[in-house]
């Protein structure tokens, strides 16, 4: 074969190559279960995205389970606590409830700690992630990328027991036991707590003393709804995520 013509295929070889490369792998999430109880992971897609896990399942102390996502995939996962379902998946959850479904198709009724994302594609190949208590506390929860790059890729969660510490006024309690913790937001419903009317922007609705507790205890997890300079995490590099419940 003529020199030419190998180079030639060579180069058509190659391209087939980095053509195939370039196409954007799913995303794995592993969400793991490190409680002392089972909690029933809750999922939601935004934008009218890929249902992952079916909506929600059940997952006992010490299991995980891998979920794919494809590129440009944006939601949330959060543990529902305290859950009874029957085999047709219809019940109710102490914390976290989506409906009274097994498979949710809607958003955790709060109080309830968030692992929210909005993965890269495209000529937009960077992931945001974090770990948000604006809708209250149930249980602790982090984010561990594996793969990415980025000075901002790195650990993101709440590892401290906001329920031992929840103020009274903002306490769910169940048999007797603090369940969850309410923001002040959920609690009171007004404007000052909410960053609405008046307080809508980040210069009018600073930190108040309620999320200031949520962001003592967690510093790396969003605690209002504009605290966003030191709670939002990114990585570039398409990497892998594993979110527990209940990490230590």
Sequence with gaps: MAIKQRVSLLLVSLAIFFQGSSVS???VFTIRNLCSYTVWPGT???????VLGGGGFSLAPGASNQLSAPPGWSGRFWARTGCNFDASGNGMCTT???GAKLMCTGSG?????LAEFTLGSGTNPQDFYDVSLVDGYNVGIGIQPSGGTGDKCTYAGCVADLN???????????AGSTVACKSACAA????????KGDYSTPETCP???YSKVFKQACPDAYSYAY???TSTFSCFGGPDYLITFCPS
Excluded: I, K, M, R
């Design 25 to 27: 792998a799913d995303t």
């Design 44 to 50: 939601l897609a935004g934008n009218n995205g890929a």
């Design 96 to 98: 976290g409830d989506c």
């Design 109 to 113: 009724v709060p109080p309830v700690s």
């Design 164 to 174: 031992a510490s929840c103020p009274p006024e903002l306490q769910v309690t169940s």
């Design 188 to 195: 009171f419903n007004q404007p000052q707590y909410c960053c």
């Design 207 to 209: 930190p108040t003393d």
């Design 227 to 229: 605290d966003d300079v």
